[in-house]
């Protein structure tokens, strides 16, 4: 068997039979026999291993990720809320917005017109910025990756749209871009509204039974689109404890951290975060159980992160608004998780780089063995 495994490797032997330097012939034939029965079964036990390691990793890959989006729910905590400040303007009695970018913090009431008011640190209203766009009711404004705002015209007061209106904006001047889109299964009504950092827009709907639709579309917008449903997130069963209330039942607001991980709802009593590493926001929240976070802004409909992403700013609804700050722990801090993303990345990528590899060669030894073997069965001895 080593001499055989020998002819398996070198060709010369087999030119040596060409020149009639070997044995007899009944030698040369047991050699090609040999040979066969090595070449098949090995090429036969090499394919299969490649096959085995290579669905060994992919199934070493899905647990991975797995682990990693369910360490990421044992490694979340919140802080009990403390109020920041407050809200004491007639303007902002039914607050049903808020988000903060760019060092600057805004606040949107419900209605019309289509005003944002900018705050500053003590929760006063340092401007009112009405946008030139005619609205139906305002319900929500949220900081996109760009650093560009948009507000909800989503409001089904006093009946359900059929239609909704996002206005995007720059943040400053009292221009900005309108786009009316439409539900693909009637009227609604909607509060909230989820912009992430992969370009999909979110609307959230505002259900008295707890069943809120899901409705997106990707950006950059057509004017007059037709939203798309993903599904339904059921309050009636993710809601937290003995909350049977009939507020904690219709979700009033939404936001995405600034890094594009984690999304947030809430209703009147209780806040609901997401974690999304892929930035798919419609299929995480239809389908991935949220954390719970709890309130005591009763009453509240809005929800945004800080601007640094450390914690989730709730505000209530009513004179004096209540901003509350409640303090998010990632156990792990984003350095480290950054650097095991990038450890598993490359792991990953080592391994399907080595799989190739290793195909490659398995194919190069087949084809070595299969043309070895047809040299030596074509030798008929020597013609000399």
Not at 15 to 26: A, C, I, N, P, V
Not at 123 to 135: F, G, M, N, R, S
Not at 144 to 158: E, F, I, N, S, Y
């Amino acid at each position: 068997m080593a001499y055989s495994s020998h002819l398996v490797k070198d060709r010369t032997l087999v030119k040596g039979l060409r020149k009639g330097e070997m044995q007899t012939h009944s030698r040369r034939i047991c050699r090609v026999t040999v040979h066969r029965r090595v070449a098949r079964p090995l090429t036969a036990a090499l394919t299969t291993l490649v096959c085995f390691l290579g669905s060994g990793l992919l199934a070493v890959t899905g647990h991975v990720a797995l682990a990693a989006d369910v360490e990421d729910a044992g490694r979340t905590s919140y802080g009990v809320p403390s109020k920041r400040c407050e809200i004491d303007d007639d303007r902002l009695s039914n607050i049903t917005g808020y988000t903060e970018v760019d060092g600057r913090r805004f606040a949107v009431n419900a209605g019309t017109p289509a005003t944002a008011y900018l705050l500053n640190n003590s929760c006063a209203v340092a401007e009112a910025i009405t946008l030139k766009e005619p609205v139906a009711d305002i319900q929500d404004i949220v900081a996109a990756a760009d650093g560009r705002l948009w507000l909800a015209d989503v409001g089904g007061t006093p009946k359900p749209r059929a239609t909704v209106t996002l206005l995007r904006w720059s943040g400053f001047d009292p221009g900005s871009k309108r786009f009316d889109l439409s539900y693909p299964d009637g009227a609604h009504d909607a509060q909230a509204l989820l912009v992430s950092f992969t370009g999909s827009i979110t609307v959230v709907t505002a259900a008295v039974d707890g069943r809120s639709g899901v409705y997106t579309t990707q950006l950059p917008l057509a004017d007059n689109a037709t939203l798309t449903k993903m599904g339904e997130i059921d309050l009636g069963v993710l809601r937290a404890g003995d909350d049977t209330s009939p507020a904690s039942l219709v979700i009033t607001g939404g936001a995405v951290s600034p890094d594009g991980t984690h999304v947030a709802l809430r209703t009147a009593t209780a806040g609901y975060e997401w974690y999304t590493p892929d930035a798919d926001i419609g299929a995480t929240v239809t389908g991935d159980k949220p954390r719970v976070v709890s309130l005591t802004t009763q009453s509240g409909k809005a929800i945004s992160y800080s601007e640094n992403g450390d914690s989730l700013i709730a505000v209530s609804s009513g004179l004096p608004a209540a901003v509350e700050s409640i303090q998010i722990t990632r156990n792990r801090d984003t350095a480290s998780g950054a650097a095991g993303s990038t450890k598993l990345t490359t792991r990953v990528a080592v391994g399907v780089v080595g799989i190739l590899a290793l195909i490659a060669v398995v194919s190069v030894v087949a084809w070595r063995l299969r043309k070895s073997a047809a040299v030596a069965t074509t030798y008929q001895g020597s013609r000399r």
